[in-house]
């Protein structure tokens, strides 16, 4: 069955700081991959997916995310964090032809002055 | 292109009743998911549906029902609400490409059982 693990609950980094996110998945075979931001109240925004190909994915927002099928991770990385980054981010898999996407418990990210 | 839009924003249900949550998919979309989100967790999925019809549940129960109409919008109903039910509905619409599913989010309903 497939599923979502990200390890951190919360995360809490300085402004200006980079930031990695983790996120480890459970399928048979290449998902696609994805990773959504939450700001309070709000609905989900899609900032990056993979399907295939280059394991480097660029998203939105300064984003990126690196697929590693070795280790079953598909981690969100961003260089520089700002004040306005502060939110939920979930990652989620989906099968490729499949209804059901799957989402992770979220990671809230914090960010410090 | 307009996004996805749902209604209501809140409401407030005692257990037992019945509640209806409506949705309105993004511009050229054809499938419409629902999710279920609880406070602290990430979205669960309800059911999708295409062409009007239900081709996938999660693991909610036959109380949990909706509808998809020709023109894509899509409506969540909940039977004897219980107080678990309290929770950030989440609609999203996607056009799903050679087999990939990427789903467009609504803000969500958010719903309270007393």
């Known amino acids: 069955a497939q599923s979502v693990t990200q390890p951190d609950i919360h995360i809490t980094v300085s402004e200006g700081a980079s930031l990695e996110l983790r996120c480890n998945y459970s399928y048979g075979a290449t998902p696609y991959l994805f990773w959504y931001v939450q700001s309070p109240g709000q609905g989900l925004q899609l900032l990056l997916k993979y399907f295939s190909g280059d394991t480097l994915v660029q998203g939105i927002k300064g984003f990126e995310a690196e697929f590693k099928r070795s280790q079953s991770s598909f981690n969100l990385r961003k260089p520089s964090v700002h004040w306005s980054d502060a939110a939920e981010y979930f990652c989620?898999?989906?099968?490729?032809?499949?209804?059901?996407?799957?989402f992770g418990a979220g990671t809230r990210l914090f960010v410090k002055a | 292109e307009t996004g996805v839009t749902q209604s209501p924003t809140h409401l407030i249900k005692t257990r037992g009743q019945q509640v209806t949550l409506r949705c309105s998919s993004q511009?050229?979309?054809?499938?419409v998911s629902w999710y279920q989100q609880a406070l602290g967790q990430g979205p669960q999925f309800i059911f999708q549906?295409?062409?009007?019809?239900?081709?996938g549940r999660g693991n909610f129960p036959p109380r949990f029902s909706g509808l998809q109409f020709p023109n894509y919008s899509s409506e969540l109903n909940v039977n004897a609400l219980e107080l678990d039910d309290s929770a950030l509905y989440l609609c999203?619409?996607?056009?799903?490409?050679?087999?990939?599913?990427?789903?467009?989010f609504g803000a969500g309903s958010r719903l309270t059982v007393l």
């Open positions: 511009s050229g979309h054809n499938t």
């Open positions: 549906y295409y062409r009007e019809e239900e081709n």
């Open positions: 999203a619409s996607s056009l799903v490409v050679d087999g990939a599913n990427v789903l467009t």
């Open positions: 989620a898999v989906g099968a490729p032809g499949g209804f059901k996407t799957i």
